[in-house]
């Protein structure tokens, strides 16, 4: 199964910190910075040239509808 979530209205790509794909995971989400636990579960987006953003609780909540 396949399909699309997109970001809510005044979401700014350029805020984004992008992981180089040969980094290790960082522990801050790559939207606000907040810190990420080991057992928490973010929402992890990954470009097609490897570079991955991750975003936490409160981001995916209010950026991209996701819980809450």
Do not use: N
């Not at 057992?39 to 097609?48: A, G, R, T, Y």
Request: aromatic share 14%.
């Amino acid at each position: 199964m396949s399909f699309t979530i997109r970001p809510r209205l005044g979401f700014k790509w350029e805020h984004v910190a992008w992981g180089k794909p040969d980094s290790v995971r960082s522990a801050v989400c790559s939207y606000c910075f907040a810190g990420i636990g080991e057992d928490d579960v973010p929402l992890i987006l990954s470009k097609e040239d490897g570079h991955v953003a991750q975003f936490c609780d409160e981001c995916q909540i209010k950026w991209w509808g996701l819980g809450g």
